[in-house]
């Protein structure tokens, strides 16, 4: 293969979250940055740095396979992929509406399996980094936003059972 | 919760693959924005929490946490 450098995707890289800053870290770092949003217009800061971005609605398995279709093209191979896109969701579990809770879930956990598995073929290939992005309240409650606490906790589990499988 | 940052670096065993759960803490990022523009945010008019809805509110809408996590970039 013609590149030796590292190549990184990173999805939810909208600026002024984590996935933008992960980017331009990893970015600094030397590494090949693909960063994915929604919409492109979101990322312009990071084009403006030399990052490639490309659209990608982990919602959508046809986003998902249009953008292994764009990386392909490329001849793109990816080692590290960064599941950081996601959203959060507050209520007392008393008045929780159960449609919104599951379209939480469909977001912060289905969705991120489906990109994963995707990338699957690529990241074996590579013998790759899948990474994550969880947070704190998997593993420690934090009140009235249970389906975000839950939503994490369950993607925690996933990536433990994930390595032994 | 600035340095509450936990890596937990495992491996998709017979693969290769290494997996690892980035557990983050409080930053400062587009996700309560986000949530507020996106999600229900207050209580329903008949919560049982409705006595303390100024409290409670509050804590769903993270206004303690907003700007006090760390910035994305660090």
Known sequence: ??????????????EGGMGAALAVAFHKAGIRVYATARGLFKMTGLSA??????SLDIESPASIAACIDQ??????????????AGASASMPISDLNLDEAKKLFDLNVW?????TKAFLPMLLQTKGVIVNH???VS?????????????????????????LE | MADSLICDYCRLAPFGITVIDLKTGAVSTNLVANQKAN????????????????????A????KLANSGMPADQ
Do not use: H, W
């Open chain 1, 134 to 136: 969880t947070s704190v």
């Open chain 1, 49 to 54: 740095l030399g990052i490639e971005t490309l």
């Open chain 2, 39 to 58: 999600t229900m945010i207050s209580l329903p008019k008949d919560s049982l929490y409705g006595i303390a809805r100024e409290a409670v509110e509050s």
């Open chain 1, 1 to 14: 293969m013609a590149n030796s450098k590292r190549t990184v995707l990173i999805t939810g890289c909208s």
């Open chain 1, 139 to 163: 593993t420690m409650a934090v009140p009235f936003q249970s389906p975000y606490n839950a939503s994490k906790a369950a993607m925690a589990m996933f990536s433990e059972s994930m390595r």
């Open chain 1, 111 to 115: 969705s991120q399996l489906s990109v």
């Open chain 1, 71 to 84: 990386l392909s093209a490329r001849k793109v191979t990816v080692d590290i992929l960064v599941n950081n």
């Open chain 2, 60 to 63: 769903m809408r993270n206004d």
